[in-house]
T-cell receptor, first 114, second 111 residues
Framework: AQSVTQLGSHVSVSEGALVLLRCNYS??????LFWYVQYPNQGLQLLLK??????LVKGINGFEAEFKKSETSFHLTKPSAHMSDAAEYFC????????????FGRGTSLIVHP | GAGVSQSPSNKVTEKGKDVELRCDPI?????LYWYRQSLGQGLEFLIY????????KSGLPSDRFSAERTGGSVSTLTIQRTQQEDSAVYLC?????????FGPGTRLTVT
């Protein structure tokens, strides 16, 4: 069984400020972890993923996330927010073996103020 | 290369009618998923196809929902006797291993 919790349905930051979107997961097996971004009226686009190896993962658009097994977390960060980062962000977990059906969090809407 | 495509992009139907939603996955991707996204909600898993294996239908909300995947490629999601609560965006995704590639979705409105 697996689950994902994204703390905060909305996160508001000023342009240039640090972005931190929180994701905690539970999984009975070693997880694969993903962050996706969804812009209005579009499908989801992969930002980054963790499967094995280095726990700090870098993705597109300057985002990165760190897998912390002891904290069962995979928080998404970006040092400096841009207006174009305003979107819905989804964290997802899937099992590293067997079925690859991922479980998605409910999403966090990132609002960027000028 | 071509991504995942879905058609139609928008569908308005009357309550009680049947609808078919189409998904064209990325060529060579063996896995195909259907999700439903309601306003302000996350993604609700509906059904999963993997190669020639029997599909995982555990997410289908009722027997009004069905899906098929012909020749391991194109998939059709069918909703019979649509209800207003079926109004949502239906997303399709395909994958080879690991990350999923999503289509733009079909926005279904049941009036």
């Amino acid at each position: 069984a697996q689950s994902v919790t994204q703390l905060g349905s909305h996160v508001s930051v000023s342009e240039g400020a640090l972005v931190l979107l929180r994701c905690n997961y539970s999984s009975s097996v070693p997880p694969y972890l993903f962050w996706y971004v969804q812009y209005p009226n579009q499908g989801l686009q992969l930002l980054l993923k963790y499967t094995t190896g280095a726990t700090l993962v870098k993705g597109i658009n300057g985002f990165e996330a760190e897998f912390k097994k002891s904290e069962t977390s995979f928080h998404l960060t970006k040092p400096s927010a841009h207006m174009s980062d305003a979107a819905e962000y989804f964290c997802a977990v899937s099992a590293s073996g067997g079925s690859y059906i991922p479980t998605f969090g409910r999403g966090t809407s990132l609002i960027v103020h000028p | 290369g071509a991504g995942v495509s879905q058609s139609p992009s928008n569908k308005v139907t009357e309550k009680g009618k049947d609808v078919e939603l189409r998904c064209d996955p990325i060529s060579g991707h063996t896995a195909l998923y259907w999700y439903r996204q309601s306003l302000g909600q996350g993604l609700e898993f509906l059904i999963y196809f993997q190669g020639n294996s029997a599909p995982d239908k555990s997410g289908l909300p009722s027997d009004r929902f069905s899906a098929e995947r012909t020749g391991g490629s194109v998939s059709t999601l069918t909703i019979q006797r649509t209800q207003q609560e079926d109004s949502a965006v239906y997303l399709c995704a395909s994958s080879l291993v690991g990350e999923q590639y999503f289509g733009p979705g079909t926005r279904l409105t049941v009036t």
